[in-house]
């Protein structure tokens, strides 16, 4: 069910001009990626969002937290490809806390009520 969330190319921009490019052109990995996360965000809260997407007006935070999630995955492929430690150091850690606050709304059951 590969790219339900998002798109290969939502997830390769957030992974920054610097990411791995024999990773960002091997679509079978980056698709196996969409895969774990779709099935990782499904586990973490508790919802089969595959099979009941939220409208368009709610389907963003899904779209942004797979994103993310695929993207850490790429800057973790090889963090050698970016200038500095920190500069991959920096891009994970916003993508973490983007990724932790949108988990938390997705498994607020309050929240899964009107979408």
Do not use: H
């Amino acid at each position: 069910m590969a790219w339900t969330f998002c798109t290969s190319g939502a997830a390769i921009a957030k992974a920054g001009l610097n990411a791995n490019s024999l990773v960002i052109a091997d679509g079978t990995k980056l698709a196996e990626w969409s895969d774990e996360v779709e099935g990782t965000i499904n586990a973490i809260t508790r919802k089969d969002w595959i099979s009941s997407l939220p409208s368009a007006n709610f389907l963003g935070i899904l779209e942004d937290t797979a994103s993310d999630m695929i993207a850490t995955k790429i800057i973790n492929y090889s963090i050698a490809d970016y200038t500095s430690k920190a500069e991959a150091q920096t891009m994970l850690n916003v993508l973490d806390r983007n990724m932790t606050r949108n988990l938390e709304v997705l498994k607020d059951q309050n929240n899964k009520t009107i979408w």
